[in-house]
């Protein structure tokens, strides 16, 4: 796949979880497998995880609008994969509750890589077009 369908799939993706988090909290909750009902601190917080990966979708697509650099891109593209390795890493050295499933860490987890894989297959290889011609 070229680039360019990674970064669509990497904007389809960050726009749909976020909005999903913004408008049906619940749903991103039992894919967390967090216990329902949700508090409301709970919900908030999904919100807030929701309004960020839409503000990354949206930057993302702006940047990789026709008259844009390809600096624009790559820098959208580096916060993405930053944000996506601290989520994974938060996720993988955070504590649970004894009596807990680890499965609830899978799906965050595998987000996270899914996003940092995306990531760096959407950046553009400029550097390495650029040795091949000479």
Known sequence: MQ?????K???????????????APSVIGKAWRINSPLST????VIRLFGIRNA?????LYQADRPDAEA????EALRQGIAIDILDLAFVLFARSPKGTKSFGRAMPALAALIGI???????ERSELSEDLND
């Open 3 to 7: 680039p360019k369908k990674f970064r």
């Open 9 to 23: 799939l990497l904007v389809s993706g960050r726009a749909t979880v976020g909005w999903l988090s913004v408008l």
């Open 41 to 44: 601190e709970t919900k908030y």
């Open 55 to 59: 503000v990354l979708a949206y930057q």
């Open 71 to 74: 600096e624009e891109i790559e």
């Open 117 to 123: 894989v995306l990531g760096i297959l959407a950046r």
